[in-house]
């Protein structure tokens, strides 16, 4: 059996809540992190959400917080089938201002899949003239991470420069949770493939993002210094392939 999902209906951006919700953790001392840019512009038209965001947000203990500054989390979450697969698949356009040449992670805009019952995530990040596959379990705050006796916490990060830069590129990441395979492909083409993952995915929160990885330094976050990052994303089509 399969089933297409189409999660888009940016004109409801500014219902947070209703489509999509500002995307962030919980800290332990109640108060929420949330990833908003205070001067983003945010355009919808054509079905295409741009968003063009100044860098300001600092985190200077926790890395994760640091590193995303502007990003809407899916309300409703892709069930992954035990049998089967699921992939997800949209087009994104990034351009950058005063960003690092060659420095991918000096500002990217971001495709986010999060698995937030294990802190499991399987992300595309693209920039100005580079674009990376991301495979990953995180410390999510709040997030409880299943024990495992080899490594439990990593982020594999896989770089290109093979795209159109600055325009349009077609993004797509296929998980087979019963075969434990992830795809990621570029323009319909195979760039990445990840066999024997280690963990199982459950069900996936999509994330659309702005963002920066830079280490936070002895003297706090070192992402934010004057960069701006456009972001333009599609509707993302999930195609569900459920073998039961």
């Known amino acids: 059996m399969e089933e297409q999902k189409i999660f888009g209906d940016f004109h409801t951006i500014l219902n947070e809540g209703q489509v999509w919700k500002m995307g962030g953790f919980p800290l332990p001392d109640g108060s929420f992190w949330e990833y908003r840019e205070p001067e983003a512009v945010v355009i919808v038209r054509n079905g295409i959400l741009y968003v063009r965001a100044p860098l300001s947000r600092q985190n200077n203990q926790i890395q994760i917080l640091d590193n995303a500054k502007h990003m809407y989390y899916s309300v409703e979450d892709v069930i992954v089938p035990e049998e089967g ?13 005063n960003t690092v040449p060659g420095d991918l992670y000096d500002g990217y805009v971001s495709l986010n899949l999060l698995d937030f019952t294990t802190g499991a995530a399987l992300d595309f990040f693209a920039g100005n003239d580079k674009y990376a596959s991301v495979y990953a379990v995180l410390p999510f705050p709040g997030v409880k991470v299943p024990d495992s006796d080899k490594t439990k916490y990593f982020c594999v ?52 993002g702005i963002m920066t990885e830079k280490d936070i330094s002895p003297e706090g976050s070192v992402s934010v210094h004057g960069q701006t990052v456009i972001a333009e994303y599609s509707p993302v089509t999930v195609t569900i392939k459920d073998n039961n």
């Open 85 to 97: 697969e699921v992939s997800f698949e949209l087009q994104i356009r990034a351009r950058t201002q």
């Open 157 to 208: 990060f896989k770089e290109d420069t093979d795209f159109e830069a600055r325009e349009f590129n077609t993004y797509k990441i296929t998980y087979n949770r019963a075969e434990d395979e992830v795809i990621f492909y570029l323009n319909g083409k195979e760039v990445r493939r990840e066999s024997g993952v280690p963990i199982k995915f459950n069900r996936f929160t999509i994330a659309l």
